[in-house]
């Protein structure tokens, strides 16, 4: 079904959340525009704008880890001011009210965690990009230390004193997809009575791959998103709302 109003939605996601005892929320950049963090393919998203870095070009080219280095800093204006939004706060009480284990997100921001969900119970496929690490021995920067070191050297990105390179810790494209948050997004998926698919186009794969997943595993599918996406058609409900609006009601005060 496809909510013809925002009343109609928030009442039938509020049966089905509360038919359920394992809901597994799954976002995307959507969640996040609120806090004033553009998605990519929205209508002036950061992708109608700029192309991504793949990894291979990361490594391959000092000049392009100082251009990513040069965006990431210039994002920081979007990043570093970003407070986590009515959907942020609206799945953190699904988490505390032991409904959902946590969430699967695709989005770097940091935002459920800020919102109050643990660390280990949000599952990054993508990564964070609130920090760095050393691609070869892992070590974690803050990227304050970073950008003190980028600008001292006139916009040269820094190496680990390993002599490897520094990058927010974050999945390019090329980037092999971290394995352990892979397997327990496929687990959460199989595993739920209840999927909700939250501001995602749903055509990044393998990341869309797990609301299909979850059907299959015989869960409820909510889609809730402003724009059409291909999995609408076996949604068991879609809702085309404002995702702010569409799951205010579940903030617990
Ligand atoms: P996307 O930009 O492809 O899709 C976002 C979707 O959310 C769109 O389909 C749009 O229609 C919908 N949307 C946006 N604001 C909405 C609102 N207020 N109410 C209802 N719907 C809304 O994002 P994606 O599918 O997450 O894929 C982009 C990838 O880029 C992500 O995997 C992530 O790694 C990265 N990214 C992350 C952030 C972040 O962390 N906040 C921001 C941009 C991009
Ligand atoms: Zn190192």
Same mark, same amino acid.
């Given at each position: 079904?496809?909510?013809?109003?925002?009343?109609?939605?928030?009442?039938?996601?509020?049966?089905?959340?509360?038919?359920?005892? &394992?809901?597994?929320?799954? @976002?995307?950049?959507?969640?996040?525009?609120?806090?004033?963090?553009?998605? !990519?393919?929205?209508?002036?998203?950061?992708?109608?704008? @700029?192309?991504?870095?793949?990894?291979?070009?990361?490594?391959?080219?000092?000049? /392009? &880890?100082?251009?990513?280095?040069?965006?990431?800093?210039? /994002?920081?204006?979007?990043?570093?001011?970003?407070?986590?939004?009515?959907?942020?706060?609206?799945?953190?009480?699904?988490?505390?009210?032991?409904?959902?284990?946590?969430?699967?997100?695709?989005?770097?921001?940091?935002?459920?965690?800020?919102?109050?969900?643990?660390?280990?119970? #949000?599952?990054?496929?993508?990564?964070?990009?609130?920090?760095?690490?050393?691609?070869?021995?892992?070590?974690?920067?803050?990227?304050?230390?970073?950008?003190?070191?980028?600008?001292?050297?006139?916009?040269?990105?820094?190496?680990?004193?390993?002599?490897?390179?520094?990058?927010?810790?974050?999945?390019? !494209?090329?980037?092999? /997809?971290?394995?352990?948050? /892979?397997? &327990?997004?496929?687990?959460?998926?199989?595993?739920?009575?209840?999927?909700?698919?939250?501001?995602?186009?749903? #055509? #990044?794969?393998?990341?869309?791959?797990?609301?299909?997943?979850?059907?299959?595993?015989?869960?409820?599918?909510?889609?809730?998103?402003?724009?059409?996406?291909?999995?609408?058609?076996?949604?068991?409900?879609?809702?085309?709302?404002?995702?702010?609006?569409?799951?205010?009601?579940?903030?617990?005060?």
């Amino acid at each position: 079904m496809i909510a013809p109003d925002l009343q109609t939605a928030s009442a039938a996601l509020r049966a089905l959340v509360d038919a359920s005892d &394992r809901v597994v929320p799954f @976002t995307g950049a959507g969640i996040s525009t609120e806090s004033g963090i553009p998605d !990519f393919r929205s209508p002036g998203g950061l992708w109608t704008t @700029t192309q991504p870095i793949p990894f291979d070009q990361f490594l391959a080219s000092r000049d /392009m &880890r100082d251009e990513a280095w040069r965006r990431r800093f210039a /994002m920081e204006e979007y990043f570093g001011k970003a407070r986590p939004t009515r959907g942020h706060l609206a799945l953190a009480s699904l988490y505390r009210a032991g409904k959902a284990r946590g969430v699967i997100t695709q989005n770097i921001d940091n935002l459920h965690q800020a919102a109050g969900i643990r660390q280990e119970d #949000v599952v990054e496929l993508h990564g964070n990009t609130t920090f760095a690490t050393c691609l070869d021995c892992a070590r974690t920067y803050e990227l304050s230390d970073v950008r003190r070191k980028f600008e001292s050297a006139g916009g040269r990105a820094p190496d680990c004193d390993c002599g490897g390179y520094i990058k927010t810790a974050t999945i390019s !494209f090329g980037q092999a /997809m971290p394995a352990e948050a /892979m397997q &327990r997004a496929q687990a959460w998926s199989r595993d739920c009575d209840l999927f909700i698919a939250i501001g995602s186009s749903l #055509v #990044v794969w393998p990341a869309a791959g797990f609301p299909l997943q979850a059907k299959k595993s015989g869960a409820r599918l909510v889609i809730i998103n402003r724009e059409p996406t291909e999995f609408d058609s076996i949604a068991d409900l879609v809702v085309r709302n404002d995702i702010g609006d569409a799951l205010a009601f579940l903030i617990a005060h």
